[in-house]
């Protein structure tokens, strides 16, 4: 399979991310409007509750799948086959038990489940897994730029039937509404990844031994991804278990923008695990990400000199007077921005040495102190506790992997990652001249 080139997947990527970035925004913003604060808090209840099921189901294949695929490349059809015929199994068979024994869901998850609320959560749920690891395919070949168009195509659905909604449809069960936005922009990327594959004969070519290998090695980061996936959202479960909707709404938001901010480390994560799958060396590993730590250090450092400067500000004139409490509980989760967005690059560092146990373990420790610190502090300090247990608990997972990383390569790997002056200083002028570079190509494009 070919070279990755990382730094051209990350400016195609990029490009679309701020785009997609833009749209999320723009999304927040008019569904926060729309919904209203208590509103806003049950949808990101669902949604929350939602993401646990597909990861569950999911079993850590969307992880692993672009290392199965540079490992696996005659076994790509199969990965393919798999992901279409269990997202129909899961819509059918979930659809029939979902509606059979609704009034006992709702009971376990505390809210009052409709039938059509029920049915969309289960389109949600599947249509979410399977986009996925689509697009996980689609990374693992290298095909970046159908794989940013998806992600662009299932942001900008939702955003344009919002925009619909928030004018045309005002008397209608609005969390109903918003889940069909939500749905149909994940049902339209997934149509996009199917058709842009070509594939007819993908049904003949599933190999069904080879799906225990794709669990087998899912097994493990199921179990990561599930950890860290908890150690981000657990929080809002708990809030909602001690305080309102209203509650929920108000933290929601705020981690709504530590997600913004997240976004470019997903991005970025997710391309540096592919192709760090395809380096060898420790010592070029660890140089390639002491780069992108650098350059996230000063990103998110300047996003939050942002936010904070201009938040309060934006949070009333675009949101409303009721969201402005959002500004004072982001700023007890500033420090879970670096935590989380560090360790995610150094938990795909991790799982690029073949998924080891201790990236199970590291997660679990952290969000067993998280829920405990959670338990504890919300009860006293409200979303404000719940905040800072998280801050807490992120950067305590940065520090464990890193204190492990530097203990299990004998004291080296400190020396290559620490950055030095030289380090900063290159970095800004390698930064100045792509964007020079950039430049100059979208003037060629345009004269």
């Known amino acids: 399979m070919s070279q990755i080139n990382l730094k051209k997947n ?11 970035l833009i749209l999320s925004f ?7 409007r729309y919904l209203g604060l208590t509103l806003k808090g049950e949808y990101s209840y669902l949604i929350t509750l939602g993401g646990f099921i597909w990861m569950i189901l999911d079993w ?27 997202m129909f199994l899961e819509l ?75 004018f045309a449809l005002l008397e209608v069960d609005r969390i109903n509404a918003v889940l069909v936005f939500t749905v149909a922009g994940l049902f339209g990327s997934v149509i996009y990844l199917v058709l842009r594959t070509k594939w007819t004969n993908w049904y003949k070519q599933l190999n069904f031994k080879l799906v225990k290998l794709f669990y087998s090695y899912g097994f493990r980061v199921f179990l990561s991804s599930l950890f860290i996936m908890l150690l981000i959202r657990a929080d809002i479960v708990i809030i909602k278990h001690f305080l309102d909707f209203k509650e929920v709404g108000i933290y929601s938001m705020a981690a709504h923008i530590v997600d913004f901010i997240q976004i470019a480390s997903n991005l970025v994560g997710g391309l540096l695990f592919v192709k760090l799958s395809d380096i ?114 992120y950067f305590l997972w940065f520090i464990l992997i890193v204190y492990f990383e530097q203990k299990d390569s004998q004291g080296k790997m400190l020396k290559y990652l620490l950055p030095t002056r030289k380090d900063i200083i290159d970095l800004c002028q390698e930064t100045m001249a792509d964007l020079k570079g950039l430049g100059e190509k979208f003037l060629h494009k345009t004269a």
């Open 10 to 20: 990350i400016v195609t990527s990029g490009s679309f991310r701020i785009v997609i």
């Open 26 to 32: 723009l999304i927040s913003w008019i569904s926060a």
């Open 60 to 86: 850590g294949i969307f992880r692993s799948y672009p290392y199965l695929v540079r490992k696996y490349t005659d076994e790509v059809k199969t990965m393919f086959g798999w992901t279409i015929l269990t």
């Open 92 to 166: 059918l068979i979930f659809s029939c038990l979902g509606i059979v024994f609704l009034d006992f869901w709702s009971k376990l998850i505390g809210y009052p489940l409709t039938p059509a609320k029920m049915i969309l959560l289960i389109m949600f749920i599947s249509f979410n897994k399977a986009f996925m690891q689509l697009q996980a395919i689609y990374m693992g070949m290298d095909r970046i730029l159908e794989n940013s168009l998806a992600h662009f195509l299932s942001s900008a659905i939702f955003f344009v039937l919002l925009l619909i909604g928030y």
């Open 280 to 393: 060898d060396d420790d010592i070029s590993k660890w140089l390639l990400l002491k780069k992108t730590l650098l350059l996230f250090f000063f990103f998110i450092t300047l996003a939050n000199l942002g936010f904070g400067l201009l938040g309060k500000f934006i949070m009333r004139i675009m949101f409303g007077i009721q969201f402005v409490p959002v500004y004072y509980v982001y700023f007890w989760l500033m420090p879970a921005v670096y935590g989380l967005s560090f360790g995610s690059l150094f938990n795909n560092y991790l799982n690029s040495k073949g998924f080891p146990i201790i990236s199970i373990i590291l997660p679990a420790v952290a969000l067993v102190i998280n829920i405990g610190l959670n338990l504890w502090l919300i009860p006293v300090m409200g979303i404000n506790g719940a905040a800072l247990s998280t801050s807490f608990s």
